[in-house]
T-cell receptor, first 115, second 109 residues
C-alpha cells in the first residue's frame, strides 16, 4: 500500500511530557500537511511543507509545537510540555503540487490523549 | 474572515436521496472539495469542483455555483455504510484548505 501512513496510531501521555509523531506521505507527493482535529470539528491547519521547506505555520500554533521534514520525505511533529488541551486527532496529509486538483490525501491519524 | 457553513447533522432513510449543502466565504477560490469521514477515521476524498456545474461519480454527485458561494453533495440510493460526517473544504487564494465543521449524516433503516 502506498498511501499516507502515520505512527503511532494512539498515544497516551501525562501532562508535561514531550511527544513526537511521524508521517510518511505518498512517495511522489511533494507537499505534506499537519492538521489537528477535535470531535465535531473540521481539521484545523497546523503547518505544511513543500519538499523540505516549511512554508507556513498557523499563527494560532503554540511555540510548543514544532515540525520537521529533513529530507523532503517523512515528517515529524513534536509537542513539548503537553497540556490536556492538546488531546486531539493529529492528521497528516500529502499532495502533489502541479497536479490539477492538488487533492490532499490523509493518513489514518494519531490520536493523542493527555492525562 | 473566512467561513464555511454546513448543517451540523442530517438524518435520512436507507435507499433514499440526501443533499448536503455548503456555503462559503473565502479570500479567493481555487476549488471546493468534499471529504467523507467515518467516526475515528481520517477524511477520505470524495469530489472536487472548480467550475460551475454538476460532477457525477457513481452514487455521489457534487454541484458548485461560484457566484453564489454554494455547493452541495448529493448522495443517492443511501446505504447504511454512508453514515459518516461529510466535510466541505475550499482552497483559498493561498492554496490553503479552509474546512467546514462537517455534517454528520445518520442513515436509518
Amino acid at each position: 500500500d502506498t498511501g499516507v501512513s502515520q505512527d503511532p496510531r494512539h498515544k497516551i501521555t501525562k501532562r508535561g511530557q514531550n511527544v513526537t509523531f511521524r508521517c510518511d506521505p505518498i512517495s511522489e507527493h511533494n507537499r505534506l500537511y499537519w492538521y489537528r482535529q477535535t470531535l465535531g470539528q473540521g481539521p484545523e491547519f497546523l503547518t505544511y511543507f513543500q519538499n523540505e521547506a516549511q512554508l507556513e505555520k498557523s499563527r494560532l500554533l503554540s511555540d510548543r509545537f514544532s515540525a520537521e521534514r529533513p529530507k523532503g520525505s517523512f515528517s515529524t511533529l513534536e509537542i513539548q510540555r503537553t497540556e490536556q488541551g492538546d488531546s486531539a486527532m493529529y492528521l497528516c496529509a500529502s499532495s502533489l503540487v502541479g497536479e490539477a486538483t492538488d487533492t490532499q490525501y490523509f493518513g489514518p491519524g494519531t490520536r493523542l490523549t493527555v492525562l | 474572515g473566512q467561513n464555511i457553513d454546513q448543517p451540523t447533522e442530517m438524518t435520512a432513510t436507507e435507499g433514499a436521496i440526501v443533499q448536503i449543502n455548503c456555503t462559503y466565504q473565502t479570500s479567493g477560490f481555487n476549488g471546493l472539495f468534499w471529504y467523507q469521514q467515518h467516526a475515528g477515521e481520517a477524511p477520505t476524498f470524495l469530489s472536487y469542483n472548480v467550475l460551475d456545474g454538476l460532477e457525477e461519480k457513481g452514487r455521489f454527485s457534487s454541484f458548485l455555483s461560484r457566484s453564489k458561494g454554494y455547493s452541495y453533495l448529493l448522495l443517492k440510493e443511501l446505504q447504511m455504510k454512508d453514515s459518516a460526517s461529510y466535510l466541505c473544504a475550499v482552497l483559498d487564494s493561498n492554496y490553503q484548505l479552509i474546512w467546514g465543521a462537517g455534517t454528520k449524516l445518520i442513515i436509518k433503516p
